[in-house]
Structure formats: C-alpha cells, structure tokens
C-alpha cells in the first residue's frame, strides 16, 4: 500500500484504494445501498423505513448461567483448568517469583508484554527482572513481527469470565494483537477482581464502553487446538499451545 | 457457470460445484460402496451428536428448550426486520472505521474483492472459513488475477493442498484420513513423510506462519454481524481467524446478509449455543470481536476493513415460509445429527456448497429445485435434524415443502407420479381399497409361507425375502404379513357378538 492511512473513527480511507472501490460495486452510500435495502423490503413486503424495533428480551434467568453469589475464583479456575489452561493461584507479593518459576517451566528465555500500566504491571517487570528475561519492544517492529521470535507473551486481560475459563483482551495502545496470540505461550496475569460471573456479563460491559470500544476484542478459552485429523485433539495449531493464568488473588 | 472457474486447476471444485441437474445416485452408490469412508464419517459425527447432547444437557439442563426457542425467536425476529437491522449494522460499522459493500449476487462479490485485492497491489492472501467465499467461488478468481489465497484452517488448508473439496461445513476433512495429509504434504511442501498428526500439524504450522507475515491481504468469514456496534464476531479453535484479520494492512470480510444479530448482549446466547452444538465444546478457543480497522493509537492490526453484504439468493429465501431457513448459524449440528448424511459419507454426496439437512433445504432454493430435485428427498424425514437445531428449524417440514413443489412442477419421474397416482385411486375408493388389502394380505401370507418361524403376536408370517421391489426392504429386515383376519372383519363379528 503506497499511503499510510490514519484509520480511527469515522475518517475514511485516503488515496489509491479508496478512489478504485468508489467504482466498483455497491458501495453502502447513494443509491447502491438503497437499491440494495429496497430488495431486502420487498421480500419482507414492506414499502418504507421502519424504526428499529425492540428484540426478543434476553431472559436473564433463562441465559445466565453463573451468579455473582458464586465463587467466582474457584469456578473459573475450575473452568479455566477444563479447557487446558494452567492456573496458578497467587498473591501479589510473591507474583515476581510465580512469574519466574513459570516463565521457567515454559523454557521461555525472550518475552513480548502487553500491559496496562499499574501496581501488576510493575510486579511483571520486576519478576522479568529478577528472573532476567528479555522483553522484546513489540513497538520497534511493524504489525506483529516482534512476537514471532519470542517464546512467551505475557498480557493482563480486560476480563475474565468464570463461566468458561475465559480470558478477554483488548487492542490498544498498550496492548498489541499479538501478544497473546503469536507466540507459542501465553502467559496472563489475572486479577480477582477481573473476573465476572457469566458471558452476558462481557457484553454488558463492552455495550457499556460504547464509543470507545476496541477494534479488535478477543475472548480466550485455552490453548489454540484442532481436530481435523482424524478427530485427534491436538493443541498449539496457530496460537500458543501453552496458555496460563497468574491469578493474583488478593487485588 | 463461469468457464474461467472450470478451468481452475482446484480439482475438487468440481466435486460441490457438480454438472446440473445434479444426479445424488450415483455419488450415494459410490460412497455406500466404500466401508471406510463410511466408518470415519460415522464415527465423527455420532461422536460430535453425542456431545452435543451430552454438554447441552450438562450445561443447561431443563433450559435447553427455552433457550433454542428464545434463540429461534430472536433469530426470527432479526430476520422479520432485516432491512432494518441491516441499515443499522451498515451505519454503525462505518462509523467505526470500516468500508461496508453490498453485494447483490456471487459476480458482485468476487468483483468488489478482486478490485480491493488490485488497487492493494497484495500478492498473497491468507484466509480463514467463510461459506460465502465458496458459494461465490473466489478462489480461483483471485488466483487468476495472481493473488495466492491460502486457506489457514487445517482442515481446509489441506483440503486445498490436495485439490480436494470439504465434506462438512464445520469438520471439512472427516472424509480423509491422516495417510492422505502425510501424501499431500510430502507432495505439495516437501516435507518428509510423517503419518503422526503431531507433526504434521507442526509442519503445517511452520508453513502457514511463514505466510502470515508475508501475507498483505486477510478474508475472513463472520460468525455473527452485531447491527449495535457494527461488530463482526469470528468463532475460530485454532486462532488462524485471528492471524488472518489481524496481521495483514488489509482485511476484507465476507458474510451473508442472515447474519446479522441486533445487540451485543445476544451473543451470549449464541455463543452459548454455537459451540455446543458444532463441536460439543462449551465456546470455541477465540472469539474475535471486530470493530472496524485499527484505531490512531494501535500499533498493529488492519490499516483497511472491507466488509461485504452477500445477498446471492438470500432475499429469495427471506420471502414467505423459506425464511426460518436463514436462521441457521451454521454450527454443523443437523449434519451430525443426520443418518443419511452418515450413510451416504458426507458431504461432497449433496454436490453443494451445503450439505446434509440445512444443504437439502436450500440448496434446491438458492440453485433451483429441478437442479436439485434429490436433495430433499435424501431424508427418512426422521426428525433429528430439527431437534439438534439450537435455533429450531423445523428442516423436515421445508424439506415436504420442496417435494411437494417437485411434484407441482412435474420434476417427479414417470414411475413414482404413476404409482401414488394408484394409490390415490385406491385410497378413495373403499371397495378398492379393501380389495387391494385383500391382495396385500394373501400375497404376504402365501410368500411368507414358505419362510416360517413363530411371529410375536397373531397369526402373521414372517417373510424374510419378497421378491422385485419389496426384495431391498427384505434384505436387512424381516416383514411381518397381516394376519389371516383384518381389523375390520375382526370388528363387525365382534360387533355382532356384542349385540343381544
């Protein structure tokens, strides 16, 4: 692509591909997008605009599946094991040494790390420290190159979901797409308080953030993995093969 | 059908992509034929049926009804509004940054791919699942303009490495065993012969990451359009949807326009169900939200999202009864659940791009009946396929429909129309069709003569081989004739017993 392009809310693209696909096809301005909608209204046997109705209620009783009054640590550590995850419960005190001792077991020498600043964020780096890892600078290389030639990648996470073991992260400034995804471990530094009962739950919270939600939300549930051979389970098929939680319990 | 895309040197295209009218026989014949395909596409799929049932039930217990009507419903609704909720996704995900295309047929498709691949100037693509790509048949088009699309499911990227076609729209490679990766993969990427999946996945692995760095173009599927925000939502176990929307500057997004959703708060529910019902998981590994391209102060991900709107017969199917059909979210569960798609080997037996139930079902209305007049009635109508819907299609009833259509239309042959015109006749006439049960009775009776053996009531006969039409049902089960008095004789004498 010849042209850098901002991106960002509501700015459209500039240059060479913008101007090719304004002739092509139906684009979803002017008459295209009408002409489009009117054969969408014709099967539906409407003849205008209608205002947007109200859906079906999502019955909370009904879809809901893990309260709040539950105890929500112990379920999604449950979960989280069931799904391939290796949790390991901890403090933030001894989180530097938690760290090392994992980053060990994972023979992970060279890390890349995507976390938001606070209290956590310093316990990481000062177990990266101590234990005398590498962080390799995601930002000194274009797109997601800098993760394909670490052994680990170690994010905190937006959420954790209880209900599946799940663990949620977000692009943005201080969080890369790829930390989690590219190198063959993953390591997330969970806080108790991040975990929310049930998935209805995540939803609420992004609809919350509105505007300024991510571009790029992933929901995490274990190590990447397949059965297309056979029906064999095999893991660490594209994303990491290894995923495991720090969960520091008393934050 | 586009010569240019019969060229295409993708073998198995010809597999889903059939001569027309397509003719199901002889590819039944062949499958039925061949044990050990039989035995694997068995195996996978009663396997995936009964975890499906098995998590439903852990999961939600005596919910699971609600929660598929309440799915049904909203689905329904959705579609009952769709110009709206469509025009609503279109406003809000070009909010966020993202070039929305609508695209009215399979042409208007790949014509608006391949001119964002051209003016990208990209020369390799890496993609992940999408079923509108292969209903469109994109592939070979962006290799003609010399883009190299490699498919990054495993599955599918071996499918493509031996020129093969999916069998299943989820599973695409339950017909193929691992001696035929270790053949493709020696073959097509030198590496040596390994029949360990292990290694092969590894080797895989090493491949495909090689082209996730080098690949400037990304397509993608969407499992779901949320019209709120305008997000698209990728269900992937491996994580190549990942890769493939996040690494490269452009990222172009296919989806039919059925899969739109109204709020975020609804992909709780299917999220809760998707998984469950395609592979007896509880949510697949990573369920990727996608809210336009990157944002200012993002380091990486898509500098460019083009989101494309497929009709491709759509709105066809959204005019009067056929629209339940576009609730399906594509989880797999109805072909797992169906015994004729076991028996006849999966998928490439339909010749579509969709197969099993939800395949018989639409496939007649997007391509013609008189094109797929087999497909509906390749079903015992027994039922399963509607109980395994986590949105509750009722597919038997769509699939009646479509046989009587065949039958309005004359795409029925000469000896079926002959013979239930017969047993129309003999059905309103009382005094026929006591005669013709006469018959039946006494033709049973005399064959079943011959054979013996004690019947478990009555004084019916066992008859363990019929001769002409009746030879095939005898082959693998015994008749039972009527007995030597019908029920309504039976019933005057006892009437007249009865009587002072």
């Known amino acids: 692509m010849t042209r850098e392009d901002e991106g960002g809310r509501g700015q459209k693209l500039a240059g060479p591909l913008a101007q090719r696909t304004l002739a092509v096809g139906t684009r979803a301005e002017g008459r295209g997008r009408e002409d489009f909608l009117v054969r969408v209204r014709a099967a539906l046997n409407r003849h205008g605009r209608e205002h947007v109705p109200e859906p079906p209620p999502l019955e909370e009783k009904l879809v809901r599946r893990v309260s709040a009054e539950e105890d929500l640590v112990a379920r999604f550590a449950e979960r989280a094991a069931g799904a391939g995850v290796k949790v390991v419960r901890t403090a933030m005190r001894a989180l530097p040494a938690e760290l090392g001792a994992l980053l060990e077991e994972l023979e992970a020498r060279r890390v890349t790390v995507s976390l938001s600043e606070s209290p956590l964020a310093a316990q990481v780096h000062a177990g990266l420290a101590a234990a005398r890892r590498t962080v390799v600078d995601w930002r000194a290389e274009q797109g997601l190159e800098a993760h394909y030639d670490v052994d680990a990648g170690i994010t905190d996470v937006v959420a954790a979901i209880a209900e599946t073991g799940s663990l949620v992260m977000a692009a943005d400034a201080q969080h890369s797409r790829g930390t989690h995804l590219v190198p063959p471990a993953h390591v997330a530094v969970v806080r108790a308080s991040d975990i929310v009962p049930d998935l209805i739950d995540i939803f609420r919270r992004l609809r919350e953030a509105g505007q300024g939600m991510s571009a790029s939300t992933v929901i995490v549930t274990g190590p990447s993995k397949t059965a297309d051979i056979e029906g064999i389970l095999i893991t660490g098929v594209h994303g990491p093969g290894r995923v495991a939680v720090l969960l520091v319990e008393d934050s | 059908m586009n010569p240019a895309r019969r060229a295409s040197d993708r073998e198995g295209a010809h597999l889903l ?206 499992n779901f359009l949320v019209a709120e925000t305008g997000t698209l939502v990728l269900c992937t176990n491996e994580g190549n949807g990942s890769f493939c929307v996040s690494g490269p500057r452009l990222h172009v997004a296919f989806a039919g326009i059925e899969k739109v959703i109204p709020r975020l708060e609804h992909l709780s529910l299917f999220l809760k169900l998707l998984a469950r019902s395609a592979t007896a998981q509880a949510i697949t590994v990573y369920t990727t939200m996608i809210t ?139 005094r026929l069709y006591r005669v013709a049960t006469a018959m039946q009775r006494v033709f049973l009776r005399a064959i079943g003569a011959r054979a013996g053996g004690k019947p478990p009531h009555g004084d019916g006969r066992w008859v363990w081989r019929a001769p002409g039409l009746l030879r095939g049902w005898t082959s693998q089960r015994d008749l039972l004739s009527p007995p030597s008095r019908g029920f309504r004789d039976w019933w005057r004498e006892r009437a007249k017993e009865d009587k002072p």
């Not at chain 2, 769709?82 to 070009?94: K, N, P, R, W």
């Not at chain 2, 083009?306 to 709105?315: C, F, S």
Request: aromatic residues 6%; neutral net charge.
């Open chain 2, 292 to 430: 336009g391209p990157r944002r200012a102060a993002d380091h990486d991900g898509p500098k460019a999202l083009h989101i494309v709107l497929a009709d491709n017969g759509r709105t066809h199917l959204l005019r009067g009864e056929s629209r339940e059909l576009l609730r399906c979210i594509r989880c797999g569960a109805c072909l797992n659940a169906c015994p004729v798609y076991r028996k006849v080997g999966g998928g490439h037996a339909y010749g579509a791009v969709y197969s099993g139930p939800i395949g018989a079902a639409i496939t007649p209305l997007f391509k013609g009946l008189a094109n797929y007049r087999d497909l509906p009635q390749a079903s015992s109508l027994c039922g399963a396929c509607a109980e395994a819907c986590p949105v509750k299609i009722d597919l038997p009833r769509h699939l009646v429909r479509l046989r009587q259509r065949a039958v309005e239309g004359h795409l029925t042959g000469f000896f079926e129309r002959c013979v239930f015109r017969l047993w129309r006749i003999v059905l309103e006439r009382s």
């Open chain 2, 17 to 222: 992509d059939p001569p027309l009218p397509f003719e199901m026989r002889p590819r039944i014949e062949r499958a039925l034929a061949d044990a050990r395909l039989q035995a694997f596409v068995n195996g996978a799929t009663l396997e995936r049926d009964r975890g499906r049932v098995r998590v439903c039930q852990e999961a939600f217990g005596a919910d699971l009804e609600a929660l598929r009507e309440l799915a049904g419903q909203v689905k329904q609704h959705t579609l009952d509004h769709l110009d709206v909720y469509l025009e609503q996704f279109i406003d809000q995900a070009t909010a966020a940054g993202a070039h929305v295309h609508l695209a009215a047929d399979a042409n208007e498709a790949n014509e608006i791919a391949l001119s964002l691949a051209r003016a990208s100037g990209c020369k390799l693509c890496v993609k992940s699942k999408s079923m509108v790509t292969e209903e469109i048949g994109l592939l070979p088009r962006l290799q003609e303009i010399g883009v190299e699309t490699i498919e990054t499911d495993l599955g599918e990227f071996i499918i493509q490495l031996d020129k093969d076609a999916p069998s299943h729209i989820v599973t695409p490679m339950i017909h193929k065993d691992r001696s035929a990766v270790a053949r493709a993969f020696q073959r097509e990427l030198g590496a040596p012969y390994t029949e360990d999946p292990e290694e092969l996945t590894r080797i895989a692995r090493r491949y495909l990451r090689a082209k996730y760095r080098e690949a400037g173009l990304g397509i993608s599927g969407a």
